[in-house]
């Protein structure tokens, strides 16, 4: 099952077509997701409105049986979020990524799961002493920010598999 949605996203994403027509074929590789989760493609992800501070944030989403987002495709999920929040009045949200290593503009960043953090708005990562934390712009492009963690933002939760 796993196996066939990922060549279907694979062949999705090899022909030339635009950045909607792959953001249409990846939301058809849908799973089901549990409320109060919706489903973008084969994952599934939770706004919590609730400002939290990035720490908390986190453990909010380990609560409910995932993490902090690591979105496989960053401007797909942006769509569905645009797509369905256009009236949100903060559109800064914590998202699962940190600091790997920190040295000045060479400080490298990851997601969770190792896989570099590639998305980075202009002029980021800032990496100044205490912005430790992966935040999203939804109206920023590319969306990446690191930000300082005591912040408090919405927040992204993604379900584990």
Known sequence: MKLSWCLALLAAL??????????????????????????????????????????????????????LAEPTHTYVLLEALRDSHDSWEDKWFWTGGEIFNRGGDSSQWTWFSGRPVTEWSENQPQARDGEDCLMMGLDEDPPMYDYFCAEDYHSICELDE
């Open 14 to 67: 090899a022909v030339p077509s635009t950045g909607l027509d792959v953001f249409r074929n990846y939301k058809s590789l849908s799973r089901y997701c549990p409320a109060p989760f919706f489903n973008v493609g084969p994952e599934c992800f939770y706004v919590n409105r609730a400002p939290k501070s990035w720490h908390q944030a986190r453990a909010a989403c380990q609560r409910m049986g995932g993490d």
